[in-house]
């Protein structure tokens, strides 16, 4: 590669460029052109797609929200913001697989969310089903 295609992928990475469109450009192998900008830290972080939406702040703190166009939105500024939250609001949880069940051992009823295949309602309650009962 020369110094010439290494300046221009660099000019055009910090414009917003893809990959693949820069190695269509330069006539040079994608998987090259991505080497290159990961050594000189030209990752998606630099390219300046990424906009400010209306109305996109975090839903803990309220700090501003910078939006990546083609990902999901985000919705907090951080896992910190995201925990207190959930915490802070746990009738928001949609939970839909919930499966009630009848312990084998100790007859109670108990709720299992996610899991439509468990039998026993505690660890305890599983431990007694392996002892070996000598009669």
Request: with cysteine; proline share 3%; charged share 25%.
């Amino acid at each position: 590669m020369t110094k010439q295609q290494k300046e221009q992928i660099i000019k055009m990475r910090r414009d917003g460029f893809s990959y693949s469109s820069i190695s269509t450009t330069l006539n040079i192998s994608e998987n090259t052109v991505k080497s290159f900008c990961r050594r000189n830290n030209l990752g998606s972080i630099n390219i300046e797609t990424s906009l400010q939406k209306d109305g996109a702040f975090c839903r803990q703190c309220g700090t501003p929200l910078t939006q990546i166009s083609g990902v999901k939105p985000k919705q907090f500024c951080s896992d910190k913001c995201r925990m207190a939250w959930w915490n802070d609001h746990p009738e928001a949880v949609n939970r839909k697989a919930i499966y009630t069940f009848t312990c084998p051992i100790c007859g109670c009823e108990f709720e299992s969310y996610g899991n439509k295949n468990r039998k026993y309602c505690s660890r305890a309650c599983y431990g007694r089903s392996k002892v070996v009962r000598h009669g």
